[in-house]
């Protein structure tokens, strides 16, 4: 029976508004449904598109375990907005699947930890060695604590595909304006003003949805440390709203629009459209993540341009594991999920994620023969050997996206300055994290 806390209670009410996210059609990438040769059938859900690099990657993973365990997969045609808001339901009754893809943080796999909903796989991570493939900032969104809490010592999920939000740089308007790619945070600055002064608006950015909530996040990684970053993220120590990591993110994020960093209409800009303005070179500088990569590798096609590492000391970036593979507590055949978690986390599936804009947490990087995946898996391993994963602003609560957004609009906008922006966001991060502090 699973259990039921009177923290997962309220947070079971809490956590649908969190969820507000993109319905992506799942695909089956591999057909057929029945008993494989001995028998069984892994019933398997992942929300993927068959074209994206994980798509690929699966599908090609699905017929080596059809060969290699005489298996059937089987899917179900889902989204990922279904799979979020049924889990609950479905996953405490014989319709579980065997195996899914689910949402990493606090919110979503945590909840479904804490509510014994999904397995405890400490087991079976020791039993295939997986621990050894992840890097401990990969480690932190597949381990929870009884509570739900990303971090704690039980393994809950396995991710085998990663990402993290760096700056993607145009070259060829670098080089026109007679300018090299920063190295660190003042030279990164010193780019920005080089640009002002010949007229140009350098950073593409987007107030109405996440972009400037990331780079409010990452300016106050450039003055944190990994402490910081547990404190905030892991509730190991109060987050003082007031103090200099946050104060410094905040005033700089407003001088950034003063300055002409960023245009003044920030607040109704959306993601899309920052995008957009790097795609057709309007803007030569984009702080984003690596989901972007792919699209710009097909339509940033008139310029060069690179992605590289905010460049800070800290070495601190945005960024986690991909999404998790889980089991289901009542799943009926663990044992062959974890036989196919085991064949996607194999070098030849990691390369095809790799080859095809994703960023594979276990990949040879001589199985890597695209040159621009190649830099791209490059800069993700640099930043996991300097323990910089430092995750999203909006993880630690349930709806903090929206109050991100809403205080950072009110900062740019001006209608709030920093002060009362710093004390109405701790505000927010306080309540909504009281449940699990």
Same mark, same amino acid.
């Given at each position: ?13 809490? #956590? ?148 993290? #939000?760096? #700056? ?107 995008? #957009? ?161």
């Amino acid at each position: 029976m699973a259990r039921m806390t009177r923290k997962t209670t309220k947070r079971a009410f809490a #956590v649908v508004g969190s969820l507000a996210v993109a319905a992506v059609a799942l695909t089956a990438c591999a057909g057929g449904s029945g008993d494989g040769g001995d028998g069984k059938t892994l019933k398997l859900w992942h929300y993927e598109g068959a074209d994206s690099a994980m798509g690929k990657a699966w599908a090609e993973a699905i017929k080596v375990f059809e060969k290699e365990t005489g298996a059937k997969v089987e899917f179900e045609e889902k989204s990922f907005e279904q799979i979020q808001k049924t889990a609950s339901q479905v996953l405490d009754t014989d319709a579980a699947p065997d195996l899914m893809e689910f949402n990493k943080g606090n919110a979503t796999a945590g909840f479904l930890a804490s509510t014994g909903l999904i397995s405890d796989i400490s087991g079976a991570v020791e039993e295939y060695g997986w621990a050894d493939k992840l890097a401990p900032s990969l480690q932190t969104t597949a381990k929870y604590t009884d509570d739900g809490v990303m971090g704690g010592d039980t393994w809950y999920g396995i991710p085998n595909y990663g990402e993290f #939000v760096g #700056v993607y740089y145009n070259l060829d308007a670098f080089k026109e304006a007679g300018l090299e790619i920063p190295t660190t945070y003042d030279e990164f600055v010193d780019v920005l003003d080089a640009f002002v002064a010949k007229g140009i608006t350098p950073l593409a950015e987007a107030g109405a949805e996440y972009p400037l909530g990331q780079l409010w996040y990452q300016l106050a990684l450039t003055k944190g440390d990994r402490s910081f970053v547990d404190a905030y993220q892991l509730y190991k120590s109060p987050v003082d709203w007031q103090g200099p990591e946050i104060t410094y993110a905040t005033d700089t994020l407003k001088e950034y629009v003063d300055k002409g960093y960023i245009a003044k209409d920030v607040s109704s800009v959306k993601a899309e459209d920052a995008g #957009v303005s790097f795609i057709n070179g309007t803007a030569p500088i984009f702080v984003s993540g690596s989901w972007w990569f792919g699209r710009f590798v097909n339509e940033a096609t008139g310029f060069d341009w690179t992605l590289k590492a905010f460049p800070d000391e800290t070495k601190l970036s945005l960024g986690s594991s991909g999404n998790l593979w889980v089991v289901p507590e009542n799943a009926a055949n663990k044992e062959l999920a974890y036989e196919f978690i085991d064949i996607t986390m194999r070098p030849e599936i990691q390369a095809i994620i790799g080859n095809n804009g994703g960023v594979p947490v276990a990949a040879d990087p001589a199985d890597i023969t695209d040159e621009k995946s190649a830099e791209l898996i490059e800069t993700f391993n640099g930043i996991l050997a300097d323990d910089g994963l430092s995750f999203y602003p909006d993880w630690p609560a349930p709806g903090f996206y929206d109050v991100i957004v809403q205080q950072l609009q009110g900062l740019v906008t001006g209608t709030q300055d920093a002060a009362t922006t710093n004390a109405n966001l701790g505000k927010q991060y306080e309540e909504g994290t009281a449940d699990f502090r």
